[in-house]
């Protein structure tokens, strides 16, 4: 069952620029991503909640005018929702900063585990739910942790 899909209802501010002759020559797209108090609250929004480890980099897609990473992940545990044990998974940029798309790196390019928060794209793809929350340390837990983790 689909949830609503709040943390997508994002603003999303387009500036086209032009050139004297009217041809677009840029264009930025930058995004107001929705702020989770707890990962709870993420998780309550998210379609689905698993812990595991990235397997390597899948390949790209554009997200929000940003060149975002596409990853293989492989699902230790489906702590909220289910889906099957390997998917890709989007990894939505930061806009608009410094450094974008990542600009404190990818958080999906990691050796370690992670919990990562989900928005169903089909069967055997998703991605973050925000750029900002979608992936926490896995640290073993087997449920959702109460606060935020001080580094991600």
Do not use: K
Not at 11 to 34: F, M, P, R, S
Not at 53 to 75: C, D, I, K, P
Not at 81 to 87: L, T
Not at 102 to 110: K, S, V
């Amino acid at each position: 069952m689909l949830r609503p899909l709040s943390a997508l209802c994002i603003g999303v501010a387009a500036a086209g620029l032009t050139a004297c002759g009217g041809e677009l020559i840029q264009q930025e797209q930058c995004v107001d991503w929705v702020w989770f108090e707890t990962p709870l609250d993420a998780a309550d929004d998210a379609h689905a909640v698993a812990i595991g480890r990235v397997t390597g980099q899948a390949g790209t897609v554009s997200s929000y005018g940003e060149t975002s990473n596409v990853w293989t992940f492989e699902v230790e545990e489906w702590v909220a929702g289910d889906g099957a044990d390997v998917i890709e998974v989007v990894s939505l940029p930061r806009t608009c900063e410094t450094g974008s798309p990542y600009p404190d790196g990818d958080p999906l390019d990691t050796d370690a585990d992670v919990m990562v928060f989900l928005r169903q794209q089909d069967a055997d793809s998703a991605q973050t739910i925000t750029g900002l929350q979608g992936v926490i340390r896995g640290d073993g837990a087997a449920e959702v942790p109460d606060a935020w983790p001080d580094e991600p």
